[in-house]
């Protein structure tokens, strides 16, 4: 099992322009998270899926959008990169049926830098 | 929603006990969680502790759980230079689903 991969590992953009990060899981995990990370913040829910077809906002949706067309893909796409955007972006997932509820698998982090 | 606070750094000793203290608002949260950080990575799960427990031991770690005081603790014994990483409490959000996470607290063991 690859667990949770995440492409691409690091991306350099300019501001305006737009990319997709891919988040699979081969777990069959029903509930999938985008993070991003940032320095003395945290962890702070973008977006997140609980299930095939479906998404939410999470605690700072503002600039992204995300779809999960398949169950073990979930895509998050900025459509004009601000600076502000600049961070580490973690997926994750997750099932019910874990050994203790809601415990999430991190994907490596995919690093974007916003110029 | 869910507020979940954690000092930020911590330094100790090898050897020493380490002692990694967060706070959280809602007691709602079935389960409390601890996640490493190491450089450079992804957060993978430590160790977790269920609502209606007091304390967990899994080897060198320690879970102490005060509901009235809505206080967690994460105790590391004999603190290995491997240790070093960054540690999450988090705590399920108000989504059901998704965790609400501290800011993470910085461990640096030195020899």
């Known amino acids: 099992n690859a667990g949770v991969t995440q492409t691409p590992k690091f991306r350099v953009l300019k501001t305006g322009q737009s990319m997709t990060l891919l988040c699979a899981q081969d777990m069959n995990h029903e509930y999938m998270y985008w993070y991003r990370q940032d320095p003395g913040m945290g962890l702070r829910l973008i977006h997140y899926?609980?299930?095939?077809?479906?998404?939410a906002k999470g605690e700072v949706p503002d600039g992204y959008n995300v779809s999960r067309l398949k169950k073990q893909n979930f895509l998050l796409g900025l459509e004009s990169a601000a600076p502000s955007q600049t961070s580490v972006y973690f997926c994750?997932?997750?099932?019910?049926?874990?050994?203790?509820?809601?415990?999430?698998?991190f994907g490596p982090g995919t690093r974007l830098t916003v110029l | 929603g869910e507020d979940v606070e954690q000092s930020l750094f911590l330094s100790v000793r090898e050897g020493d006990s380490s002692v990694i203290n967060c706070t959280y608002t809602?007691?709602?949260?079935?389960?409390l969680y601890w996640y490493k950080q190491e450089p450079g990575a992804g957060l993978q799960l430590l160790t977790y502790i269920f609502s209606n427990m007091d304390m967990k031991q899994d080897q060198r770690l320690t879970v102490l759980l005060n509901k009235k005081d809505k206080h967690l603790s994460l105790r590391i014994a004999d603190t290995q230079t491997g240790d070093s990483a960054i540690y999450f409490c988090?705590?399920?959000?108000?989504?059901?689903?998704?965790?609400?996470f501290g800011k993470g607290t910085s461990l640096l063991v030195t020899p």
């Open positions: 899926s609980v299930g095939e077809g479906t998404t």
């Open positions: 809602d007691s709602s949260s079935t389960y």
């Open positions: 988090a705590a399920v959000s108000n989504s059901g689903y998704a965790l609400n």
């Open positions: 994750a997932s997750s099932t019910d049926q874990g050994v203790a509820d809601n415990e999430q698998f």
